[in-house]
């Protein structure tokens, strides 16, 4: 059966006609894509599919780590290669380099790509989501991640392969999917619009401007941000993603107000890509957008830019002195 057949039962007498006007509504079912790839699998969900022919299982961890062992028939695609510049790490790559990217990972409109990190920690989670979005800002459109990436895999006793595979290179051209990303100007317009959410996927220490990290030029938060911590969205300690059930009542709880649109920011687009992951493909909210260069090219920007939580010059330092001591200690 393929991957988007339905089986139909029927049960006693069935009229001829409703009979084909069923069939012709499961066809569209399938035409129209409506069943699609799930934005989460299991180690046991994955295995089941890796070897199907339009599944491609993306492996983001450094070469050295792919070369050591992982899951048979991934090819490796570390995650620097789809990140930007030292100093401003979230801004995207040319769209040339992606294309050339995602041509030599063999992917195409009809492919069905699995993301898969190395499972180490919340943090490592965000790798696969920045992966996830880049994919669909570029068109793709069956995505997953490997819930608690590699380390499930290994946890769930299943086979690793040391061997590198090859594929042949597609010729795909992407339609990019704007609505999944916003532009400095665009968040600078959003500031104060009450139908728009600023949300700081930042550990909270972060957001109130206690620490920043090195990207950043000033600490604190896009002026009129909101704060949902990416490590909400896990079992404590693990890099497993909580279930759907338990991600619709984390955002209801953090976010009880309705919104339009929400455009989610950190650092460098690498935990904020946890937070749109999260509300727009787990929770299914609409209009979720990710700002992926988020404070690097906010705080960095040659023309003052409104920011809360911004503490003191002399608060700064103190707050750099605790950081210190804290280091040493």
Not at 186 to 211: M, S
Not at 261 to 275: R, V
Not at 301 to 328: A, H
């Amino acid at each position: 059966m393929g991957k988007y057949a339905y089986p139909i039962v029927l049960y006693g007498p069935f009229p001829m006609k409703s009979f084909f006007k069923l069939v012709i509504a499961t066809a569209a079912l399938a035409v129209g894509g409506i069943a699609s790839a799930a934005p989460l699998v299991t180690p046991a969900e994955l295995d089941a599919i890796k070897s199907q022919s339009n599944v491609r299982v993306i492996d983001i961890r450094p070469a050295e780590a792919y070369a050591a062992g992982h899951v048979p028939g991934s090819v490796s695609a570390p995650y620097g290669k789809w990140r930007g510049p030292a100093n401003n790490p979230g801004q995207l790559p040319a769209l040339d380099t992606l294309t050339a990217l995602v041509r030599s990972l063999g992917l195409d409109g009809g492919s069905h790509a699995v993301v898969v990190s190395s499972g180490a920690d919340s943090t490592d989670f965000g790798a696969s989501a920045r992966v996830y979005w880049t994919l669909k800002y570029l068109g793709l459109k069956d995505l997953s991640i490997l819930n608690g990436g590699l380390k499930a895999w290994a946890d769930a006793g299943l086979t690793q392969d040391a061997t590198a595979t090859t594929v042949a290179a597609s010729r795909y051209e992407p339609v990019l999917n704007t609505g999944l990303i916003a532009t400095q100007d665009q968040v600078l317009a959003q500031i104060g619009n009450p139908r728009t959410r600023l949300l700081d996927a930042r550990p909270v220490k972060f957001f109130e401007g206690e620490v920043k990290a090195p990207t950043a030029s000033t600490p604190g938060t896009i002026q009129t941000a909101v704060n949902l911590s990416y490590e909400k969205w896990f079992k404590p300690g693990t890099s497993l993603f909580v279930a759907p059930e338990e991600a619709r009542k984390i955002a209801a709880a953090a976010l009880p107000e309705a919104k339009e649109e929400t455009i989610s920011f950190c650092n460098t687009g690498h935990w904020a890509a946890t937070d749109w992951f999260a509300l727009s493909e787990i929770v299914g909210q609409k209009n979720v957008r990710l700002y992926p260069a988020s404070l690097a090219e906010w705080t960095q920007s040659s023309k003052s830019l409104p920011m809360d939580n911004t503490p003191s010059r002399g608060q700064q330092i103190l707050n750099d002195l605790k950081s210190l001591i804290g280091k040493t200690s």
